[in-house]
């Protein structure tokens, strides 16, 4: 089990760029694949991109593709989410979540999960 804590979000302006963070509990968190999702109001929680816990393999959902990166620091146990050009359609509440292993976008197959922070983004 890992405990996760996600920050940076914010209140940005199209265009703009959020950096997000997953800082991680446990002894055990660079072994677990980490994803980055996102639930916008009405709407199901979708995963944004992933990333093995060596950093090798990496998903990213088509509308995140060249706007976001994802990217680990096992010797901080943290995860990040760079996202630039923002559109007001990124807005959400942005979960972190991690499994030990499993490279999937199904939000069942992730055991952890952080509290979210939110992301606004205006027009």
């Known amino acids: 089990q890992v405990q996760l804590v996600e920050s940076g979000g914010g209140l940005v302006q199209a265009g703009g760029s959020l950096r997000l963070s997953c800082e991680a509990s446990g002894r055990t968190f660079s072994r677990y694949l980490v994803g980055w999702f996102r639930q916008a109001p009405g709407q199901e929680r979708e995963c944004v991109a992933y990333?093995?816990?060596?950093?090798?393999?990496?998903y990213y959902i088509d509308s995140a593709k060249g706007r976001f990166t994802i990217s680990r620091d096992n010797a901080k146990n943290t995860v990040y989410l760079q996202m630039n050009s923002l559109k007001p359609e990124d807005t959400a509440v942005y979960y972190c979540?991690?499994?030990?292993?499993?490279?999937?976008?199904?939000?069942?197959?992730?055991?952890?999960w952080g509290q979210g922070t939110q992301v606004t983004v205006s027009s």
């Open positions: 979540a991690a499994n030990p292993g499993i490279a999937t976008r199904i939000e069942s197959g992730y055991q952890n």
């Open positions: 990333i093995s816990w060596n950093g090798i393999i990496t």
